[in-house]
């Protein structure tokens, strides 16, 4: 089966615009994750979807970030009046449940955002 | 909350030998899990090994194997037999149980493999 996807692969935009970054889980993971990975570090947590809620948004750096996964399946990062600092490695993962060894993540190739 | 340290920013090992990469972390939890994921230049985080913390046993997979020493709060990964496709950034991740489950992950090693 197929793995976690996400599009675009790669996204420059100016200071200042709105851009979108899609996540496509595994078929029948309930469980999604977004995290930001920036230069040199390791990823970051930013939020966590469990069906379509998110249950966990507590790694969002500010409000002009924002998650939709209107479904429970395709999820959809939004960055609204982007800046420089936002340039990373966007990184989603799916999980089948949240649970024990079921909850293992499983990770996509990642959003690389440059911000000129 | 819980933090990851990997103090050993790059590591290098010819191949066919044996490497040991470092991870220390910070948690008031008792149960828990702990993951080594291999990241090479294609992006995608590769899951390595895992440990259940309520287990004693060192978890192991093929050639990689790992020292997990729970009082100490460290977690260091060995890689026998090196091969080139071993070179990639390896990460040290930290999940709690319950709630989102969400992974901390330390900052990484680069490992380079040489010939």
């Known amino acids: 089966g197929a793995g976690v996807s996400q599009t675009p692969s790669n996204k420059v935009t100016e200071k200042g615009k709105y851009v979108e970054l899609r996540c496509d889980p595994i078929s029948g993971h309930t469980a999604l994750y977004w995290y930001r990975q920036s230069l040199g570090q390791g990823p970051e947590f930013l939020i966590y979807?469990?069906?379509?809620?998110?249950?966990?948004d507590s790694g969002l750096p500010n409000d002009r970030f924002f998650a939709v996964r209107p479904e429970g399946s395709v999820s959809t990062l939004k960055i609204q009046r982007t800046e420089r600092g936002d340039s990373a490695v966007y990184l989603c993962a799916s999980s089948l449940r949240s649970s024990g060894r079921r909850g293992e993540q499983f990770f996509g190739p990642g959003t690389r955002l440059t911000v000129l | 909350a819980q933090t990851v340290t990997q103090s050993q920013p790059e590591m290098s090992v010819q191949e066919a030998e044996t490497v040991t990469l470092s991870c220390t972390y910070d948690?008031?939890?008792?149960?828990?899990?702990l993951f080594w994921y291999k990241q090479p230049p294609s992006r995608q985080m590769i899951l390595v090994i895992r440990q259940e913390a309520y287990k004693q046993q060192n978890a192991t997979e093929n050639r990689f194997s790992v020292n997990f020493q729970k009082a100490a709060k460290s977690f260091s990964l060995k890689i026998s037999d090196s091969q080139l496709g071993d070179a990639a950034m390896y990460f040290c991740a930290y999940r709690t149980q319950g709630g989102s489950e969400k992974l901390v992950f330390g900052k990484g090693t680069k490992l380079t493999v040489n010939p």
């Open positions: 948690t008031s939890e008792s149960d828990y899990y």
């Open positions: 979807f469990q069906g379509t809620g998110a249950a966990d």
